[in-house]
């Protein structure tokens, strides 16, 4: 009689093996995807309401004009002052666009864009008492819709679209 003492698995077995975790891992990266678009979408919110407690923070002494960004629909990366909004540099859209470039959030926008900002109206020359923030959200977060949104002030209010 012939006994087989070695033990292991059958290619059959190991084969098996790798199918299933195939599709498992299928799984577990479908379902990151909007955990991705959830959380940039958060980040977004945060950088807007950022930028808008600084623009109350310095609207102190009435209205003051911002330098820097004073056109429509605006870049608030190019926004100098007053005084802490030169920190509107450093937020950036977290989409895969460069820190640099990229297109500009207006009310038509259709995709991942810039902050912009410009006056509660639409229009240019917006200042610490009187702007609305532009910004895109892939998912939807915080009572808004996918889409276009921004947020105004000076009490700010996140609003479900962007003039």
Avoid at 48 to 76: H, P, R, W
Avoid at 127 to 147: N, R
Wanted: one cysteine or more; aromatic letters at 6%.
């Amino acid at each position: 009689m012939f006994k087989n003492t070695k033990k292991g698995f059958s290619l059959i077995e190991l084969l098996i093996v790798v199918a299933i975790m195939g599709i498992l891992s299928a799984v577990v990266l479908s379902s990151l995807g909007t955990a991705r678009e959830k959380a940039r979408d958060a980040s977004r919110i945060l950088d807007v309401k950022d930028m808008a407690k600084l623009l109350v923070l310095e609207s102190d002494t009435g209205d003051v004009a911002l330098t820097g960004c004073i056109g429509a629909d605006a870049d608030t990366r190019t926004c100098t002052g007053p005084g802490d909004v030169s920190y509107f540099s450093g937020y950036a859209d977290p989409s895969n666009q460069p820190l640099t470039g990229g297109t500009i959030c207006n009310d038509t926008s259709a995709g991942d864009c810039q902050y912009s900002i410009s006056k509660v109206d639409g229009s240019a020359a917006a200042g610490t008492e009187d702007f609305q923030i532009c910004f895109y959200l892939e998912y939807g977060s915080a009572g808004l819709e996918a889409g276009p949104n921004s947020i105004i002030g000076p009490i700010g209010n996140l609003m479900d679209d962007c003039n």
